[in-house]
């Protein structure tokens, strides 16, 4: 199976999803689907990335796409924003822009320890100088329609990683697919061991378990926010604690995130070609079809 070919799938899995996003009313199994797309997606990037001519040129594109859809959502939603059924609050350009980065650290200087680790402490200090700009205003009440203008800034301001989908944990897929690409198997067992890490973290409810324990220590509110943002920020975020709902119930109905895991056979069938497929492709399908369904939902349901 060749890039284009799992580029192909994960475009109709995506789109599936969407329609599940943007028609509440549409049964769940839509978004079970749609699961499986976000890996496939960050696969060919890694191996984008990794085989490309140009990698400064390939994370000016995705940086610039991630604006774009940025500022489109801002003007779709200052229009449409009282009719719309759900947000939206997509970008995976930003997710993949950070996975991506760090594979281009890493493979631009694998050779030199010294200058690759100076990068990965740059990089760290660039999210944390970011975060410290951005998180109190992305998790304040600021009115609408500001905290738009805000989500478009901090994606200017370098892709605050918190707020891309899935933010660290889903972006670092890239980087898990880099690191084994010299071996199914461990990509198989890398991957496998991902996805149940992230099942236990949501479907346990580990965040909100220990911000209810810091809480039960006399913790304030400011130590909770502490505690918190490393959560936060590596994508798990803290919810309701829904005490007495079944198992099951939040693996199939609420934190079915872990689903992503059937993506690996296809993974796995790679064949290490390329295929055809064109260019701009997914660049331009992405926004396109997320404000087509936004506005045929409108059109619909309102």
Not at 110 to 124: E, H, P
Not at 138 to 155: E, K, Q, V
Request: aromatic share 16%.
């Amino acid at each position: 199976m060749s890039i284009a070919v799992i580029k192909y799938i994960a475009l109709i899995l995506m789109t599936i999803d969407h329609i599940g996003k943007f028609f509440p009313t549409t049964p769940i199994w839509l978004r079970y689907v749609g699961r499986v797309a976000a890996p496939l997606f960050f696969f060919a990037a890694s191996e984008g990335i990794y085989h490309t001519h140009d990698r400064k040129k390939y994370l000016i594109g995705l940086y610039k796409f991630s604006i774009l859809m940025r500022l489109l959502e801002l003007i779709f939603s200052l229009l449409f924003g009282k009719y719309m059924t759900a947000p939206i609050n997509n970008d995976i350009f930003a997710s993949i822009i950070h996975g991506c980065l760090i594979v281009y650290i890493l493979e631009e200087n694998k050779d030199d320890s010294r200058k690759r680790n100076l990068y990965l402490l740059g990089y760290v200090l660039w999210q944390f100088i970011v975060t410290l700009i951005c998180y109190p205003i992305h998790n304040s009440d600021i009115a609408y329609p500001f905290s738009l203008f805000c989500r478009t800034l901090f994606t200017v301001l370098g892709s605050y990683i918190y707020s891309a989908e899935g933010a660290f944990y889903l972006s670092m897929m890239i980087v898990l697919f880099y690191l084994c690409r010299n071996s199914k198997k461990a990509t198989a067992a890398a991957y496998i061991a991902y996805c149940m890490v992230y099942a236990g973290m949501t479907i346990l409810r580990v965040p909100y378990r220990v911000d209810q324990l810091i809480a039960g220590m006399g913790a304030g509110t400011t130590v909770r926010e502490i505690v918190r943002l490393p959560f936060e920020i590596v994508g798990f975020h803290i919810m309701e604690s829904m005490a007495g709902v079944p198992i099951l119930q939040l693996a199939f109905r609420y934190h079915y995130q872990w689903m992503m895991v059937f993506a690996l056979p296809m993974i796995l069938a790679y064949n290490g070609k390329r295929g055809e497929y064109p260019k701009m492709l997914f660049y331009v399908y992405y926004p396109a079809h997320l404000f087509a369904l936004a506005l045929l939902s409108i059109v619909i349901l309102s």
